[in-house]
């Protein structure tokens, strides 16, 4: 199939911004809980109306020290409810956030800054200021600068007590749909940030598109209550799209700065979720600590058969759904339901509890990874989406949901593939263009369409599967063409491994790089009572090598051999964000580790 669509489900405001949300909660149902907010280690519930009236002060503030509508304002911080609040205080007035990812070089946010021409920087503390401080004789247009961890949010509301709520009236109703609501820097795994131009119609047509087709996810079982707890980054426009989407719709959001399981995971016991939205990252650590944590009690046997169970069982509750099979059998069924209590209780308990739907994006997730968390109670809609299209533009619906697929279109959105195999969208949410850059917003969008990069195919009843990207295929000398993404999940997804990148273009073979995962190599030297080494040490101990391999014999299996990775090299280092190796978002920057490596590479095509 070259080409679905699926109809829109919710119709698309004429009038009005993101921030009448706020407005219309506070009026309807003030006193509905709406966010929570962590105050001295604590959760407090936070109503419409009390949401309302922090935007409104904040608003204010920021007129009182010169934003004005149509101005751009910075934000650089981890994801937090002050955040929120921000947002949504600047739609208001309409002015436009310019979210900066808080582990951003001095060289990237002197370029955002610069290129958005933002007029003011709210930063989350001092490390953040001080950057901003070093970039700040080469913005002339700043003007304000703004630090949460020092009392913003009070110093901007005791700022604008002066201002009348009419003068807040008149810029928000002035906010239509075509209007910009924020310019959003692609991460970028090559060249400079490109600012994303988004609109508040395509924030609204996403936002709304995605509740209604996944009511069952955000409404949950009657009588209780809809919640989430936001750990992606609100840099990120997947972040950002769950932000506006539990405001337009009443959702109860809480805010988590980190996603490492020491910070995650408690926090989730506490605030209890009923849903979550992560990228395959998160639901890798959930599973791997859960297989390391029945390793260690003695009872890895019983865990591994656990998982074959939920996976047979999701498969068996998959073919049923597709008309392919008679779903789970009597034997079966009753597998499951001992499993449950024993292990899969457990692992639904370390995401709170009560959550029983997850969306993933962001990245590609292992076919069984889903099935297993399917199996075990917690059904993932892995999706499919750019910055450009407002995050989601595709996902599995929650009646038939095809594993190892990113599913079809999000209401109102068409998916066509080109001759080459590029996927090409189109719909409400696909942005406006680069800022300043007509040539390369040009490059993307033509004749309603906009061209991903991304390689694709679509099945006949218009799921779609992911392949890898046109600018990351490698060309072996051989002439042999190879997609890498698909074998380098396969070889991450083993406990061990961290990330895999693959090399090869003008080479005679593919080979790879692997680097190792600290919690999951510790608990593996314990289980075998081998002594902790140095790591340039460790990624030689013939024991591990032999893991690692099994890792790539299984990858292997999936490709032709002129596809599959003949040789690799384990290294001690790691691929960071803060070396520059990695995106925000967890992407793979394939020439900077190309770059990084020069000698290992070589190693690997010596002898």
């Known amino acids: 199939m070259r080409e679905f669509t699926v109809p829109p489900m919710a119709t698309a405001p004429q009038v009005g911004g993101l921030a009448d949300a706020v407005f219309n909660n506070a009026a309807d149902h003030p006193d509905q809980v709406v966010l929570g907010r962590r105050v001295d280690g604590h959760w407090q519930d936070v109503t419409a109306l009390e949401f309302r009236d922090e935007v409104v002060a904040v608003a204010k503030g920021l007129l009182a020290n010169g934003v004005r509508f149509g101005d751009r304002v910075a934000i650089m911080s981890r994801t937090r409810y002050e955040w929120t609040v921000f947002d949504f205080a600047l739609w208001t007035i309409g002015a436009q956030p310019v979210p900066v990812y808080p582990t951003s070089s001095l060289d990237q946010v002197r370029w955002m800054l610069h290129d958005s021409g933002a007029v003011a920087c709210v930063v989350e503390h001092e490390d953040h200021a001080m950057t901003i401080g070093a970039a ?18 009070e110093e901007l509301a005791a700022a604008g007590t002066h201002i009348g709520d009419e003068v807040i009236d008149r810029h928000r109703l002035a906010v239509t749909p075509d209007a910009t609501a924020t310019i959003i820097y692609t991460s970028g795994t090559t060249g400079r940030p490109k600012g994303c131009v988004l609109s508040h119609g395509n924030f609204m047509a996403e936002a709304d598109n995605v509740v209604a087709r996944w009511e069952t996810v955000f409404a949950n ?28 719709h009443r959702i109860r959001l809480g805010h988590q700065p980190s996603m490492t399981a020491a910070d995650l995971l408690p926090d989730l016991a506490v605030f209890r979720p009923t849903f979550v939205l992560a990228v395959p990252y998160v639901f890798e650590k959930v599973f791997q600590a859960a297989r390391r944590k029945a390793e260690a009690g003695g009872k890895l046997g019983p865990f591994d058969k656990s998982v074959e169970i939920a996976v047979r069982y999701a498969e068996a509750v998959e073919a049923k759904a597709f008309g392919t099979g008679h779903g789970p ?58 910055t450009e299209t407002t995050a989601a533009a595709t996902a599995n619906p929650p ?82 063409s190879v997609s890498p993404s698909g074998l380098e999940d396969r070889v991450r997804s083993h406990p061990l491994i961290a990330q895999c990148v693959a090399v090869g273009n003008n080479r005679p073979f593919i ?12 608990h593996w030297l314990t289980m075998r009572g081998k002594p902790r080494l140095p790591d340039e040490e460790l990624v030689h101990d013939p024991d591990l090598e032999t893991e690692i391999r099994r890792a790539v014999v299984a990858a292997n299996t999936l490709v032709s051999q002129a596809e599959s990775i003949r040789t690799f090299r384990i290294l001690a280092a790691q691929f960071s964000e803060e070396r ?17 490596f020069p000698e290992e590479i070589e190693a690997l095509y010596r002898g």
């Not at 457990?346 to 292992?366: D, N, T």
Request: aromatic residues 6%; neutral net charge.
């Open 221 to 248: 079982k009657p009588g209780e209550e809809p919640s989430t707890l936001l750990f992606l980054p609100l840099a990120h426009v997947f972040g950002r799209m769950v932000e506006v989407a539990c405001v337009r």
């Open 580 to 596: 520059g190796l990695l995106t925000p978002s967890l992407k793979l920057k394939r020439k900077a580790i190309e770059k990084a």
């Open 329 to 386: 059998s009597a034997a079966l069924r009753m597998q499951h339901q001992i499993y449950d209590k024993l292990v899969f209780s457990k692992v639904r308990e370390a995401l709170g509890g009560r959550v029983r739907h997850a969306i993933s994006g962001g990245s590609a997730m292992e076919r069984r990874l889903g099935l297993f968390f399917s199996g075990a109670g917690v059904t993932i809609y892995e999706g499919y989406g750019l």
């Open 511 to 522: 080979a790879a790089l692997v680097t190792l995962d600290p919690d999951a190599v510790g």
């Open 136 to 153: 700040v004789d080469e913005l002339p247009q700043l003007s304000r600068l703004w630090q949460l961890d020092a009392g913003c949010v």
């Open 399 to 480: 009646e038939q949901t095809r594993f190892g697929t990113v599913g079809q279109p999000v209401p109102g959105t068409t998916v066509h593939i080109a001759e080459d195999g590029e996927i090409w969208l189109s719909g409400g949410q696909i942005f406006q263009g680069y800022l300043n850059n007509p040539r390369a917003t040009s490059e993307v969008l033509g004749d309603g369409w906009l061209a991903t990069g991304d390689i694709g195919a679509l099945d006949e009843e218009g799921y779609l599967t992911i392949t890898g990207r046109k600018k990351e295929i490698l060309v072996t000398s051989g002439g042999k």
